[in-house]
């Protein structure tokens, strides 16, 4: 009860009843108890700019785990499954697109703060202002926070391969495209069949191709991050040198050069000096070329991306390797026909290994052995 309490209550009524009229809040009453509550636009615009106002830093830890996992679960899928959550995984095909599309906006938005702190820095009247702003802006709040959530957790070369060889196989299995745009329709997700094929290959060419042009995104991230530290290494450089070189000793030659002049002493002295004629290091033969008139814009058709045999070879090699270390039920039905004789049995500890390849079918017969869940072709003989 005072003149600053009545002043404090008269404003929270007026905001309070602006609120209102605008429909940031809505009044519910029950008898005589009234309920303010938010809509669920407001509520999330709020929400936004409170996160804003807590923490600058765009960090989606884990987000490259986490889409190649939903992928591979993806990729089991087959029309012959019946389990609701084995096919429910399907959509997290829609999930890893929105988890790819926030990981490049994690990228968009180190690239802003990075041209932010440039701005801020090249701003800034003194060195001690600037190099406040470096340490402060870039290296705490940036460096610290962003940088080490993308270059661990997130780094964009960690599980690229692996992601867009998962997409580009999901989209090349007949069975699991069938599977996905049935689970798209089932979830109104799509239309029809037909327009859940077309909605899960839409997805799947997104993630192929956000990753595959993520690198262009982190090679300009690095090459600003370089340009911005080079500046503040120039201007340590040079603030260390600007009292001891040529700038600094004639400065002091001009300010005693005009204490002499103000005195009146050697108002006509003379300089000895000699003239050197100029000389070009340059051939005249090696101008640059005079500027030619800009060529109209030709039709042409779009060239293919370069392709990096390293690259290749190195799919080819993954994939290889993924196709032995997962042995099919064929092979370890070719590797028990060897091993068992027809309408016998035999110990585990009396077969014989001789290769990796006997190894790995020994191993996931042991796992089928194990968990009970035995393929058909398996479990036809054995």
Excluded at 51 to 69: A, C, W, Y
Excluded at 191 to 208: N, P
Excluded at 335 to 343: A, D, M, N, S, T
Aim: overall charge neutral; some cysteine.
């Amino acid at each position: 009860a005072s003149e600053k309490g009545d002043k404090a209550l008269g404003l929270a009524r007026q905001l309070y009843a602006r609120l209102l009229a605008w429909g940031w809040l809505e009044e519910e009453e029950y008898g005589l108890r009234v309920t303010v509550d938010m809509a669920m636009g407001p509520l999330l615009v709020i929400q936004r700019l409170a996160s804003l106002n807590k923490d600058l830093s765009q960090r989606f830890g884990g987000l490259i785990v986490q889409i190649r996992l939903n992928l591979e679960a993806v990729e089991k899928l087959r029309p012959e499954i019946t389990d609701r959550k084995q096919r429910e995984a399907a959509l997290a095909v829609r999930e890893a697109r929105n988890q790819a599309d926030q990981f490049t906006k994690s990228l968009r938005a180190i690239l802003a703060d990075l041209k932010r702190v440039r701005r801020t820095v090249m701003e800034s009247k003194t060195v001690a202002t600037r190099l406040e702003a470096f340490f402060e802006e870039f290296v705490e709040q940036l460096l610290l926070k962003d940088f080490e959530s993308i270059l661990t957790v997130n780094h964009p070369y960690r599980f690229r391969d692996a992601i867009v060889d998962l997409a580009r196989r999901i989209s090349y299995t007949p069975q699991t495209m069938q599977v996905l745009a049935e689970e798209y329709t089932t979830s109104s997700m799509a239309a029809d069949i037909e327009d859940g094929r077309m909605a899960a290959t839409d997805d799947l060419l997104a993630i192929e191709s956000i990753f595959d042009q993520i690198g262009e995104m982190f090679d300009r991230i690095e090459a600003f991050r370089r340009q911005l530290e080079a500046r503040v290494r120039n201007t340590i450089k040079y603030a260390e040198r600007g009292g001891q070189g040529l700038v600094g000793r004639a400065g002091d030659l001009v300010r005693r050069l005009d204490a002499l002049l103000r005195d009146g002493r050697h108002h006509k002295a003379t300089i000895e000096w000699s003239i050197e004629p100029l000389r070009s290091p340059w051939s005249e033969h090696h101008q640059a070329t005079a500027r030619q008139p800009r060529r109209p814009v030709e039709a042409r058709e779009l060239a293919e991306p370069p392709s990096d045999p390293l690259y290749e070879l190195r799919k080819k090699l993954r994939l290889e390797y993924i196709a032995r270390i997962a042995p099919r039920p064929e092979d370890v039905r070719r590797f028990l026909e060897g091993q068992v004789p027809p309408f016998a049995t035999r110990e585990a500890r009396f077969m014989e290994i001789d290769t990796v390849d006997d190894f790995l079918a020994f191993d996931c017969a042991r796992r089928y052995a194990l968990t009970g869940e035995i393929p058909a072709q398996v479990a036809a003989g054995f």
